[in-house]
């Protein structure tokens, strides 16, 4: 349990002038679901983007899956880009392409060898496991609601199996059901898979339902990582009126309700 | 990851049964050989997974389809590849990877079909795109205050300003080709004194205004659609609409005022360089010197050739405009859709550009103008 996957040290990131992180360090272990959270602009997507590649740092040091990220060349990055799997935001898919085409794309560039009937069936299971109707997968990205285009966009991510998922916002626009049933088949995926995920969410309930630790990005740095329990007895003024808040409140009491019904 | 990612095993089992054992990792990297190997297996079948420590998805799916598709036995799987197991066979509804498609000679027909229904669909929105911007021009008319000045000047100084460079090359160049094809053509009549008339009247009555008006729908035409169309697939222009400001207004008639102002404009700067371009031509290759080159121009380019020019050029700007806003509004769905309308901006204003441009040459003759 305790293996680090991603180890950031002393990050900085800047945009001109403005400087996004400074000094920043995180520890994702394995197995664990991992959420960030953050104020609007406190750099949650940066850092996300950082880790993965997409934004090169000004200094600091980001080791994944035990590889160092930075200056890396692409054809050793390719190693571990094929171990991880990313949900964007906006799902991010490409819009040329069917929902099934789109979940083929990475066993596509990664195992050329996959004979095409076989590959249409993993897309098919990839689909249905991410919570889509099975005719979604000859729809284009623009036939889709929203919320169905997270699910795509996740069933993508999970394309290769990886052992660890990026998740930006996942659950950010879908309905209370629709975001329930996404946070339970992100836990159970987490069980069966191994995975490890790092979470950016603005969701107290996914906070408080699926995730082991939470991550607080606040002043260009994680200002304390661990369980909602060990974060609500620090003394921070953001967290306490992140977590004690009406809505965090409201969150805190419906997970506790939950769990009696069980 | 484990190491070892031996290959299954098989051979008879008590019962008689083809018993295949996998041992390793059974994830998608061994997904190709493992699926080759159990179709190899006749039935029955019995698949002995107790020597797997990784199993993914993918393995876990090649498992259950020789489950359901040829009733093998699976044993010695592990709580949590039993649970895997269950999770694929819970989420086994087949999908389709592309949309239906029906047999090609129908295809055929309903292609042909759809492409009759969208060229009329094509027309009728152009007409209504048309009728659109009238209204909205009138409503400038009648409100002169919703005229959005900035906007205009802003489309001005794209469509116009920074072609100058590219259009002042584009003709020069023209203007040295029209001259040294012309002088040797005409030096074997001894007529070399003609590349004059040809520089002089060719540039303005034709080529200056032809391929200004090929530069501007290549460069604001194309530019036109793709932004148009951007905006259209971000919801910038449904914003605007529930804003209560109308794309038409602060989008099209700024654009469409740019090109129809800026292509005389540009059109009479290309024919001075065009001619410039003769001009320096027969200087050096002719030795006819610049003063008497003037003044030949003056006396062989009547001045009806200097309207053809201009009037021509702001309906070839309209005709550019037109096809590339309206182009850009027709966007809808995803980002091909955008290169696909910018490409038949392109190619529709230039074809009805050059279709004009005969009309053009046809209707001036016969009013004498020739």
């Not at chain 2, 002169?144 to 003709?171: E, H, K, S, Y």
């Not at chain 2, 201009?310 to 309206?326: N, R, W």
Request: proline share 4%; net charge negative.
């Amino acid at each position: 349990m305790s293996e680090t996957i991603i180890a950031i040290r002393g990050l900085r990131n800047s945009f001109g002038d403005q400087v996004v992180h400074e000094g920043l360090d995180l520890e994702v272990r394995r197995g664990e679901i991992l959420g960030v959270v953050g104020g609007s602009g406190t750099g949650k997507s940066v850092l996300m983007r950082s880790i993965i590649g997409l934004q090169v740092p000004d200094e600091g040091e980001i080791a994944v899956l035990g590889e160092n990220m930075i200056g890396r060349e692409e054809d050793e990055a390719k190693n571990i880009r094929r171990r991880w799997g990313i949900l964007f935001q906006n799902g991010a898919l490409f819009s040329t392409l069917t929902v099934a085409e789109n979940v083929e794309v990475p066993i596509r560039e990664y195992f050329p060898f996959i004979k095409p009937p076989l590959l249409d069936e993993i897309a098919g299971y990839k689909i249905a496991m991410s919570g889509l109707p099975a005719d979604a997968g000859p729809k284009y990205p623009s036939e889709l609601s929203g919320g169905m285009r997270k699910r795509a966009g996740l069933a993508r991510a999970l394309a290769l199996d990886p052992e660890l998922l990026f998740l930006d916002e996942p659950t950010a626009g879908l309905d209370p059901i629709g975001a329930a049933a996404f946070d339970e088949l992100i836990e159970n995926l987490k069980q069966r898979l191994e995975l490890t995920v790092f979470l950016i969410t603005h969701d107290l309930d996914t906070l408080h339902a699926i995730c082991d630790r939470v991550a607080v990005l606040s002043d260009k740095k994680v200002v304390a990582v661990g369980t909602i329990d060990e974060l609500l007895a620090l003394d921070h003024p953001w967290i306490q009126e992140y977590f004690n808040g009406p809505r965090g409140r409201a969150a805190a009491g419906g997970v506790q309700e939950g769990h009696r019904g069980h | 990851m484990g190491a070892e990612t031996s290959h299954g095993g098989e051979g008879p089992g008590p019962s008689g049964a083809n018993i295949y054992r996998i041992s390793g990792a059974l994830t998608i990297t061994r997904a190709g050989s493992t699926e080759r190997e159990l179709a190899a297996l006749p039935d029955p079948l019995t698949v002995d997974l107790s020597g797997v420590h990784k199993m993914d998805t993918v393995g876990a799916w090649l498992i259950h389809r020789a489950v359901r598709d040829r009733g093998a036995t699976v044993v010695g799987a592990s709580a949590d590849g039993q649970q895997l197991l269950e999770q694929v066979a819970e989420a086994d509804h087949p999908t389709r990877t592309y949309p239906e498609q029906s047999n090609s000679a129908s295809r055929a027909l309903a292609e042909l079909g759809e492409w009759t229904v969208d060229a009329g669909r094509t027309l009728v929105g152009l007409l209504g795109f048309l009728g659109a911007m009238i209204v909205a021009i009138g409503a400038i008319i009648r409100s002169p205050r919703r005229f959005r000045l900035n906007a205009v000047v802003q489309r001005f100084d794209l469509v116009g300003v920074r072609a100058l460079g590219i259009i002042g090359l584009m003709t020069f160049l023209i203007g040295i080709v029209i001259g040294q094809q012309g002088a040797v053509q005409l030096a074997s009549f001894g007529a070399e004194v003609y590349t004059i008339n040809l520089i002089g009247r060719l540039s303005v009555r034709e080529l200056a205004t032809l391929m200004t008006a090929i530069m501007v729908a290549g460069r604001s035409g194309s530019a036109f659609a793709a932004q148009l169309g951007t905006m259209k697939i971000t919801e910038e222009i449904d914003a605007m609409r529930t804003i209560g400001v109308s794309p038409v207004e602060a989008l099209v008639i700024p654009r469409m005022l740019a090109a129809v102002i800026m292509m005389p404009l540009l059109s009479f700067y290309a024919m001075i360089m065009s001619i410039l371009g003769g001009g320096i031509y027969v200087w050096i290759d002719l030795g006819i010197p610049p003063g008497t080159f003037i003044q030949r121009i003056r006396e062989v380019v009547p001045i009806t050739d200097l309207w053809v020019g201009l009037i021509k050029a702001p309906v070839f700007g309209f005709i550019i405009a037109l096809a590339g806003c309206f182009q850009g509004m027709q966007v809808k769905g995803n980002s091909e859709e955008v290169g696909i309308r910018t490409t038949a901006a392109v190619v529709q204003a230039i074809f009805l550009v050059i279709v004009l441009d005969a009309v053009f040459a046809v209707f001036f003759s016969s009013v004498g103008w020739a």
